[in-house]
């Protein structure tokens, strides 16, 4: 079985930065491809990057080139580095993995991962 732990959330001002990471407890071999998502209140989970096993890593256009996903395969670790922060950035980052779908086909869709962090708070203020 594998657990994720969540943490390094906080705050930070528009245009600042912020690093979450990701313990990965368990085998790590039988991931096919980790993620983060972020829910913000009364708003849908969505997913913010994806990365595989191979460390080839997905974003949606609305954060491609500010964040970006980190695998430290030596130390089980996922990391997001999140530069440029807007306030809609705000809300819980989950950390989320699955053992059963590629990257491309997961497709950031939260569904399709079955094992999830508790999740860290980011507050970005204007």
């Known amino acids: 079985e594998v657990e994720l732990a969540e943490s390094g959330g906080g705050s930070a001002q528009a245009g600042g930065s912020l690093r979450v990471s990701c313990d990965i407890f368990?085998?790590?071999?039988?991931?096919?491809?980790m993620g983060w998502f972020r829910q913000a209140p009364g708003k849908e989970r969505e997913g913010v990057a994806m990365?595989?096993?191979?460390?080839?890593?997905r974003y949606p256009s609305f954060v491609k080139d500010r964040f970006t996903i980190s695998l430290d395969d030596a130390n089980n670790k996922v990391y997001l580095q999140m530069n440029n922060l807007k306030a809609e950035d705000t809300g819980m980052y989950y950390c989320?993995?699955?053992?059963?779908?590629?990257?491309?086909?997961?497709?950031?869709?939260?569904?399709?991962?079955?094992?999830w962090g508790q999740g860290t708070q980011v507050v970005v203020s204007s």
């Open positions: 989320a993995a699955t053992t059963q779908w590629y990257c491309v086909v997961a497709d950031f869709r939260a569904s399709d991962f079955g094992i």
């Open positions: 368990g085998d790590i071999s039988r991931l096919e491809c």
């Open positions: 990365i595989d096993d191979d460390h080839k890593a």
